[in-house]
């Protein structure tokens, strides 16, 4: 235990190097504007500036992606925070002085979270089960790649096609840290959570925060006289990564007690579907796609926010008194009717003339680029980042993005062109910071289908009525405090616009989902996508909302009656939904009986010592990215272990994935069978020339080959060249050169 405890206490120093590094760059982006300069999302920052360097340069064909040049970035990057530093250094040492308290709530919010769910981990830390191998094999086959694309693990001679930027990050943070995979592995989910839930705090300090920022103005770092943001952030970090949905609760007014409550059910409960949320990702611990972009669209809701701001101020706009509901829906749909009505060619060369005229201008100096612009362009790298790490993503927040932008529109219609010309920055900088990822990717995409299969009602109450409910309650306030106020503030904006951007999430996959390989579940995989970013919204604004609860605004704008209601339905909302997390961890976890540390591969060293042997083996023994042959079975076991906790290609790993990443079955059925050969006729023309064909290196033959193989050959496998290694009953047999 005193090793895991020296592991996570040096990724802590690691991540608060991080911290330390990027803050002079938020102090300057996000100083004037956000309570806490941009600190909750320091350490993404960092981490974002490492592995998109790394990433792009790597796919250039520079082979950059390793160690040596990772801490290479890190030292230039170091150099130019300090340089800012310097630059900034009254300002940042007043803004400690008066920040303080906010950073160290942060913090504790951070270092709680990172260290609660290693040390949870360290008492299962099986890198095993769900899609564990699939997430470990991307981060392990990115380790030994030091250009990109890299290689597929599990389909020799083809690249990887999926988004896997996020596992990307994951090999940066193994290769900075310098541990193995199977350790580093967990040591990241305590890091995701631990970034879940200080951006979360942040984000929701900062709504808070717009409230209390219009009443004084000047620009100085004043003092926060009240907990308000603080509550706000507590709840919202806490929320955000522990509470569940309204399933529970249901079950136990249901049968009036938890007994044989399964806590998975919480994300099955609609038939056929699919409806997770944060908590429960954490709980079973697989390093997937949505869990990955976490962080990420956080960081996108975080500069959204900011982008409205900038948007409202550069408009020199902001007077409700101006809003005419009517003037302004037929001034939009009049516009809408025109631009429908023009030719695609007139307006790419309109859009051409307005980029042309624009750069003219900014070079005769008649015009400046405007805050929202260089916002915009941050929102678009996000978003960039957003296709190469879970695509899905990238399409909700873009949704987000448009219903904020038809909030303002209807506000007034002068925001159009303002909006018109953000779009198009949003668009150029996602297309070109997503340009590594798309040029290599094939669509598995079988389109847009309308659903056939519907939610009954009372179900889609159960999960979601909750946070609906108090949803809707904090749009009210927000529209009351904007009324109030005569202005339209950027946090109420962005509050609407998420709660009506929730509703269409949930309501969606009743109505169309994206047609995969799963035709027993249609709608599974889009309402997982869609339902999880409604969650993490609804949160955010429900926090938001029990933030204010106490803000001298909200008390002017709404009555008596409405502040009880209010007060009532977030006590009854936390009762509701805050202790799922309970029963996940107690069941998942078996009670934290037993602690077994943070070695992700341990499980396989008890259950097939020779194989654990043999793939330490591997990795100690071989140079580069060698091929290395191993028995094919499906998905969701234990097979491909060897290709998953070495990086290196096999033949065919999983074999339903592949089926889902390469769009048919055609290719998996055909290397099945082709595998299955040289096991079993290792010595027959066919499988000699498949050696050649696939650059075979290694015959990996341990207890999943002599399972699946009935016919395995041994003694001809041995002809073909040497074993290299033999532990057990498992042996590594090098092919020789002649063969390849």
Not at 90 to 100: D, G, L, V
Not at 162 to 183: D, K
Not at 669 to 696: C, D, F, G, H, M
Request: aromatic share 16%; net charge positive; proline share 3%.
């Amino acid at each position: 235990m005193i090793t895991d405890l020296s592991l996570i206490a040096l990724s802590w120093v690691v991540l608060m190097s991080w911290q330390l590094v990027s803050f002079p760059i938020t102090f300057k982006l996000y100083a004037n504007k956000a309570a806490d300069a941009g600190w909750g999302f320091g350490r993404l920052v960092t981490w974002l500036l490492l592995s998109t360097s790394i990433w792009f340069l790597a796919h250039l064909g520079i082979p950059v992606n390793q160690s040596f040049f990772i801490y290479s970035f890190f030292f230039l990057l170091s150099v130019s925070a300090d340089f800012i530093l310097r630059r900034n250094f009254s300002q940042i040492k007043k803004f400690f002085a008066k920040r303080w308290k906010l950073i160290v709530t942060q913090e504790l919010i951070f270092i709680t979270f990172f260290v609660f769910l290693c040390l949870v981990r360290a008492h299962q830390p099986r890198v095993e089960g769900l899609e564990k191998f699939m997430d470990v094999g991307f981060i392990a086959g990115y380790l030994n790649s030091p250009t990109l694309p890299a290689e597929d693990i599990w389909l020799a001679g083809e690249k990887i096609n999926y988004y896997t930027f996020g596992h990307f990050m994951g090999a940066i943070f193994t290769q900075f840290i310098a541990t193995p995979v199977e350790v580093s592995y967990n040591l990241l989910l305590g890091m995701i959570m631990g970034m879940v839930a200080i951006q979360a705090a942040s984000i929701s300090l900062n709504l808070v925060y717009s409230i209390q920022r219009s009443k004084y103005k000047t620009p100085k770092f004043y003092t926060l006289k009240n907990l308000t943001g603080i509550k706000a952030a507590i709840l919202g970090g806490v929320l955000l990564v522990l509470a569940g949905n309204g399933h529970a609760t249901w079950y136990f007014l249901s049968n009036g007690s938890f007994d044989g409550y399964w806590y998975p059910d919480a994300t099955r409960f609609i038939e056929r579907t699919i409806h997770e949320f944060p908590a429960y990702s954490f709980i079973v611990s697989d390093l997937h796609a949505h869990v990955w972009g976490m962080p990420l669209v956080l960081f996108i809701l975080f500069n959204i926010y900011f982008w409205i701001d900038d948007l409202i101020l550069d408009n020199h706009d902001a007077n409700w008194d101006n809003f005419k509901i009517g003037k302004q829906l037929s001034l939009f749909f009049n516009n809408v009717l025109k631009l429908l009505q023009t030719k695609a060619t007139v307006a790419f060369a309109y859009l051409k003339g307005k980029l042309l005229s624009f750069l003219s201008d900014l070079k005769a100096g008649k015009t400046v680029v405007k805050n929202s612009h260089s916002k915009s362009i941050i929102v678009g790298v996000l978003l960039g980042l957003a296709i190469s790490t879970s695509t899905w993503d990238f399409l909700i927040y873009s949704l987000l993005l448009g219903v904020a932008g038809l909030i303002l529109i209807f506000k007034n219609i002068h925001y159009l062109n303002s909006l018109f010309f953000c779009a198009v920055l949003m668009i150029v900088a996602a297309l070109i910071t997503a340009s590594p990822w798309l040029l290599n990717f094939v669509s598995i995409s079988e389109g847009v289908q309308w659903a056939y299969e519907r939610s009954p009602l009372w179900q889609l109450l159960v999960l979601w009525g909750p946070h609906v409910l108090v949803s809707i309650v904090a749009l009210l306030a927000a529209v009351k405090i904007s009324k109030k106020s005569s202005t339209i503030s950027a946090s109420n904006t962005l509050i609407v616009a998420m709660v009506f951007t929730s509703v269409i999430l949930l309501i969606l996959p009743e109505l169309i989902f994206m047609k995969d390989i799963y035709p027993d579940h249609p709608r599974a995989n889009t309402m997982f996508k869609l339902t999880f970013q409604a969650f993490m919204m609804m949160t955010l604004v429900i926090s938001w909302l029990g933030g204010i609860l106490g803000d001298a605004r909200f008390k002017k704008a709404t009555s008596a009656g409405f502040q009880i209601l209010t007060k009532s339905l977030i006590t009854i909302f936390i009762i509701w939904v805050g202790y799922y997390s309970f029963f996940g961890y107690r069941d998942f976890y078996g009670r934290l009986d037993t602690y077994r540390g943070l070695d992700g591969l341990a499980w396989l060293q008890a259950d097939a010592p020779g194989d654990y042997e043999g793939i330490l083996w591997l990795r100690e023994n071989t140079v580069g990215r060698p091929v290395v042959l191993e028995a094919v079975g499906e998905s969701y076991t234990t097979y491909a272990g060897v290709s998953s906790f070495t990086g290196f290609p096999t033949v065919l790993g999983w074999r339903v994935h592949q089926w889902l990443w390469r769009g048919g079955f055609d290719i998996p059925a055909q290397r099945t069978e082709e595998v299955r050969e040289i096991y079993e006729n290792p010595n027959s023309l066919k499988s000699k020339s498949l050696l050649r064909q696939y650059q075979i290196n290694y015959i990996f033959v341990g207890s999943k080959e002599m399972e699946t193989y009935d016919n395995l050959d041994y003694l001809g496998l041995e002809n073909l060249g040497k074993i290299t290694f033999q532990s057990e009953n498992t042996r590594i047999i090098e092919v020789g050169d002649q063969l390849l």
